[in-house]
């Protein structure tokens, strides 16, 4: 199993719709969860970044966190074309110096 | 700009040969962490720095990768005897010593290809 799974997509939604990008992880331990934007051929940019169980809101991002389940989320609403690229999740676990670790990613593409 | 900085940005070279790269973290970040990334993957870890301070490596940085951070500030990482699976992109990060989370910064990249 690995540390750190999401739905590798892709996702497709129109414009204005709210896209949900899911991730799972291993390590129960875990302490950190971050959300990764990253464009075509373009390093990843931080969005998001959630360490309590629940909901974190910043403008039309939220991330949503549940560690008994050990599951993250991000939702995307009123979804633009401009937010099509790769959604990378990634996740601190309690027993490193603080690397992180990443899953495959998900390509959204929304449609105009 | 007071980004994280990596130089060069784009790197061909032919297998057997040896390559060096550079990042220079935000100014104020003491810890810096490498990453590799290959097409469809996410990053993977290769090595953190605290300081000047290696202090995780990756099973991943074979015996031909080195890493560095002399002073402090700069890193380089050098991969000797490039060999074709080497060619990915090299991700540099950074982070503030103090701070609730983890949050690391990524620069641009340097893009490897090895012929």
């Known amino acids: 199993q690995k540390e750190v799974e999401q739905n590798s997509g892709p996702l497709s939604v129109p414009e204005g719709a709210i896209a949900s990008l899911n991730c799972t992880y291993s390590?129960?331990?875990?302490?950190?969860f971050f959300w990764y934007r990253q464009y075509s051929g373009k390093s990843p940019e931080l969005i998001m970044s959630i360490y309590s169980n629940g909901d974190k809101e910043d403008g039309r991002f939220t991330a949503q966190l549940n560690k008994a389940s050990q599951y993250v989320s991000l939702l995307i609403r009123d979804s633009q074309p401009s937010d099509s690229a790769t959604y990378l999740c990634a996740v601190k676990r309690g027993s490193t110096l603080g690397r992180l670790y990443f899953g495959r990613g998900t390509q959204l593409t929304v449609w105009p | 700009d007071t980004g994280v900085s990596q130089d060069p940005r784009h790197k061909i070279t032919k297998r057997g040969q040896n390559v060096t790269f550079r990042c220079d973290p935000i100014?104020?970040?003491?810890?810096l962490y490498w990453y590799r990334q290959t097409l469809g993957q996410g990053p993977e870890f290769l090595t953190y720095f605290q300081n000047e301070a290696q202090l995780e490596k990756s099973r991943l940085l074979s015996d031909r990768f080195s890493a560095e951070r002399p002073k402090g500030s700069f890193s380089t990482l050098e991969i000797q005897r490039t060999e074709q699976g080497d060619s990915a992109m090299y991700l540099c990060a950074s982070r503030p010593e103090t701070g609730i989370l983890d949050e690391q910064f990524f620069g641009p990249g340097t893009r490897l290809t090895v012929l």
């Open positions: 100014s104020e970040h003491n810890r």
């Open positions: 390590d129960r331990v875990s302490q950190s």
